[in-house]
Every structure is written in structure tokens, then in C-alpha cells.
């Protein structure tokens, strides 16, 4: 919901993780920052997270849970909130997408999406 009350932005950039990474293993390790920031009218609280995870080979993986990295941090309007975390796919190409449950000042629950993002080994994407 985009209403000028409640209104979140959610921003993401990746990257490849090598180091953690086991190509023989079909292991690939990606990072993610995520910035939020509260455009709406009234402060929020996120509560809850909800990932869908996704591989080339269209395995998904889906993560639900209180808060993130430990934290359901409170932004006044105007204010961003940014964090960082990672995850492990399959395959050198995958996506991400999902939404934040947040609570408003005034005791109303909306979802603030996560728009779809991509998770790629440098040089696999053209």
C-alpha cells in the first residue's frame, strides 16, 4: 500500500561472494545491503520479513521471521534504516523478492515490498 500515510522504499544492491563460494559444489554466495526508507506520514515499525528465493533451476526457498539481522528498528518519517545479510543458491544466477510486514504509529499492519532483484556471478549475465 502506497498511501501518503504508509509508504516504505525498499532498495537493494548485491554481490558475489567468491571466497565463500564452492562452484564444484554448486554452492554460490551472494550479499545484499538493503536500505529502507520511510516515505509515509507516520512512523513505522517492521516487524516481520518474508523472502522468496530463487535459483535458474526454479528451486525456491522461503524465509519468514521477526525482523532483520536481529532488529524490527523503528523509522520516523524521512528516515532509512540499512542493513546487510546474504544467501546461498544452487546455480550462478538466482533472484530475490519478497516484503517487510510494518506496523505504523497508529496500529495499522501493511506490507512493504521487496521488489524482485537479481543475484548473479559477475560476467554470467550479459
Same mark, same amino acid.
Given at each position: 500500500?502506497?498511501?501518503?500515510?504508509? *509508504?516504505?522504499?525498499?532498495?537493494?544492491?548485491?554481490?558475489?561472494?567468491?571466497?565463500?563460494? $564452492?562452484? !564444484?559444489?554448486?554452492?554460490?554466495?551472494?550479499?545484499? +545491503?538493503?536500505?529502507?526508507?520511510?516515505?509515509?506520514?507516520?512512523?513505522?515499525?517492521?516487524?516481520?520479513? +518474508?523472502?522468496?528465493?530463487? !535459483?535458474?533451476? /526454479?528451486?525456491?526457498?522461503?524465509?519468514?521471521?521477526? /525482523?532483520?539481522?536481529?532488529? #524490527?528498528?523503528? $523509522?520516523?518519517?524521512?528516515?532509512? &534504516?540499512?542493513?546487510?545479510?546474504?544467501?546461498?543458491?544452487?546455480?550462478?544466477?538466482?533472484?530475490? #523478492? /519478497?516484503?517487510? #510486514?510494518?506496523?505504523?504509529? !497508529?496500529?495499522? $499492519? &501493511? !506490507?512493504?515490498?521487496?521488489? #524482485? &532483484?537479481? $543475484?548473479?556471478?559477475?560476467?554470467?549475465? *550479459?
Amino acid at each position: 500500500m502506497n498511501s501518503p500515510e504508509y *509508504h516504505v522504499e525498499v532498495t537493494v544492491k548485491t554481490g558475489y561472494l567468491r571466497e565463500q563460494s $564452492l562452484p !564444484d559444489r554448486q554452492r554460490y554466495a551472494f550479499s545484499y +545491503h538493503v536500505s529502507i526508507r520511510n516515505l509515509g506520514k507516520l512512523a513505522v515499525q517492521l516487524r516481520t520479513r +518474508h523472502w522468496i528465493i530463487t !535459483d535458474s533451476d /526454479g528451486r525456491e526457498e522461503e524465509v519468514r521471521g521477526p /525482523g532483520v539481522v536481529g532488529e #524490527q528498528p523503528t $523509522l520516523e518519517p524521512g528516515a532509512i &534504516f540499512e542493513y546487510s545479510s546474504g544467501a546461498v543458491i544452487r546455480t550462478q544466477v538466482g533472484t530475490m #523478492q /519478497g516484503s517487510y #510486514q510494518m506496523i505504523a504509529s !497508529d496500529g495499522h $499492519l &501493511f !506490507d512493504a515490498p521487496i521488489p #524482485q &532483484f537479481t $543475484l548473479s556471478v559477475p560476467r554470467v549475465l *550479459h
